[in-house]
């Protein structure tokens, strides 16, 4: 079984940064077969893609809208993958949840889903 748990969620200003993280805490071995990724749901809206890597980190995913702002990267050493945001716009506000699976990209099915961690962006 994989146990993911994210944290770093936070009330943040607009234009400011956040890292996010997520650990997986129950299947330390198996973390590197796996792709990772972020999703996040605001209130009233569907879940979105936001961005995904690979199980060897080699080819990341991003959605439009958080390219060039967001960076997902992953430790497999920690057992951790992290979503590094910059320049936070109110839009970006949602919670966020960490997900694992056999394969990364925008269409593909995540086995494995995170509780959410919150981010809030005023402006």
């Known amino acids: 079984q994989v146990q993911l748990v994210e944290s770093g969620g936070q009330l943040v200003q607009a234009g400011g940064s956040l890292r996010l993280s997520c650990a997986e805490v129950?299947?330390?071995?198996?973390?590197?077969?796996?792709?990772m990724g972020w999703f996040r749901q605001a209130p009233g809206k569907e879940r979105e893609f936001v961005a995904a890597?690979?199980?060897?980190?080699?080819?990341?995913y991003y959605e439009d809208s958080v390219k060039g702002r967001f960076t997902i990267s992953r430790d497999n050493g920690k057992n951790t993958v992290y979503l590094q945001m910059n320049s936070l716009k109110p839009e970006d506000t949602a919670v966020y949840y960490c997900?694992?699976?056999?394969?990364?990209?925008?269409?593909?099915?995540?086995?494995?889903w995170g509780q959410g961690t919150q981010v809030t962006v005023s402006s």
């Open positions: 129950a299947s330390a071995r198996k973390f590197s077969l796996y792709a």
């Open positions: 890597i690979t199980w060897g980190g080699g080819r990341t």
């Open positions: 997900v694992a699976g056999g394969v990364a990209g925008p269409k593909a099915d995540y086995d494995f």
